[in-house]
């Protein structure tokens, strides 16, 4: 079973960046794609964005289509999510899914 491990959460102002990291137990080419998604307090877990791991095509969710920037590499096995213009909304918890494993979680605050 593929292990997921995130990274990069912390504490940061409305506007600014941060970018997680997600790091696959085995090459990511071997696996279809990795999978973002977050879980504010007191919320469901809820999807933000896609990678093919192969073909490299993505998909995002409309609330940060435009901010969030998901990408891989392939040699390190890592996929990232790199977030810009941050709102207070996109405090939670992120984690990393695939293939029926997720992560732990890093935990993102938005806040001034």
């Known amino acids: 079973q593929v292990q997921l491990a995130e990274s990069g959460g912390g504490l940061v102002q409305p506007g600014g960046s941060l970018r997680l990291s997600c790091v696959v137990s085995e090459s990511i080419f071997r696996i279809y794609g990795v999978g973002w998604y977050r879980q504010g307090p007191g919320t469901q877990r809820d999807w933000v964005a896609s990678?093919?791991?192969?073909?490299?095509?993505?998909t995002y969710a409309d609330s940060v289509k435009g901010r969030f920037i998901i990408s891989r590499d392939g040699p390190q096995n890592t996929v990232y999510l790199q977030m810009n213009n941050l709102k207070p909304e996109d405090t939670a918890v992120y984690y990393c899914h695939s293939q029926g494993s997720w992560g732990q979680g890093t935990q993102v605050t938005v806040s001034s």
């Open positions: 990678i093919s791991t192969r073909s490299g095509g993505t």
